[in-house]
């Protein structure tokens, strides 16, 4: 099965990061703020009598907005996402699943082989887009559910919470690192194709998105780091 086109139509499986207005939080971390540069004897907002706007952001994309993350999330050496090299387009599956209590198990993971996934929890409202997560509430996967998922032979994966571990799991961080084939506890770099999967969490698949298959890009930007906001983009299959 093979997509033969793509259309001009996509949904963005984005949460907008909005620095004035409500956020999803992770971990409890402060909201993400933006503020006028100022210096000495002015302020750059316009609406203080600046002659621009200009910004700046204090943002922690893993507990505050859709972001993507490389493995070096884990590692000794840093590995930003900017050193993978994301496709322009790569074939998709979505799948919705339920937890069971708050573990996402195998079962509801098992399939063909696809190179990137995007899972939606159920149940799925727009609460999601702006919801404070708790530990004792958020699901997570199982390691069987992250070995399931490497079967497949998955290297994008994309889920809509904010980890796919525990929110709070005495930093063991299990199935990120079945994900990226490192042994229990290990902070070195693992190899070089396993370096090149990355992991995107805190998307928000609506409901008008059908279980299946579909094109996915993942937009980044340039910036070094483990972890930066992203905007993955689903596009209609054709058949």
């Given at each position: 099965m093979k997509p033969l086109s793509v259309p001009p139509r996509c949904v963005d499986l984005s949460i907008p990061l909005d620095f004035y207005g409500p956020q999803p939080n992770a971990y409890g971390v402060p909201p993400a703020v933006a503020q006028p540069y100022c210096g000495e004897g002015f302020t750059l907002a316009v609406a203080q009598g600046g002659a621009v706007n200009c910004e700046v952001w204090r943002l922690i994309p893993h507990g505050q907005?859709?972001?993507?993350?490389?493995?070096?999330?884990?590692?000794?050496e840093r590995f930003p996402v900017s050193a993978v090299a994301l496709p322009h387009w790569t074939v998709c599956a979505v799948v919705t699943v339920q937890p069971r209590g708050r573990e996402i198990r195998p079962e509801s993971l098992a399939g063909e082989p696809v190179e990137a996934?995007?899972?939606?929890?159920?149940p799925n409202d727009a609460t999601k887009r702006t919801r404070q997560w708790a530990n004792d509430t958020t699901p997570y996967f199982t390691v069987e559910a992250m070995q399931m998922i490497r079967t497949r032979g998955v290297k994008?994966?994309?889920?809509?919470?904010?980890?796919?571990?525990p929110l709070y799991d005495n930093g063991l961080l299990q199935t990120h690192r079945v994900f990226w084939d490192m042994p229990p506890g290990s902070t070195a770099l693992p190899p070089p194709e396993a370096c090149q999967r990355t992991i995107t969490e805190l998307i928000f698949v609506p409901d008008e998105v059908a279980d299946g298959h579909y094109w996915l890009t993942i937009e980044t930007p340039h910036?070094?780091?483990?972890?930066?906001?992203?905007?993955?983009?689903?596009?209609?299959w054709s058949e």
């Open positions: 907005t859709t972001h993507t993350e490389s493995v070096g999330h884990l590692t000794r996934l995007v899972v939606r929890t159920w994008h994966l994309l889920v809509d919470v904010p980890s796919v571990d910036i070094l780091s483990d972890a930066v906001p992203s905007r993955p983009l689903l596009y209609g």
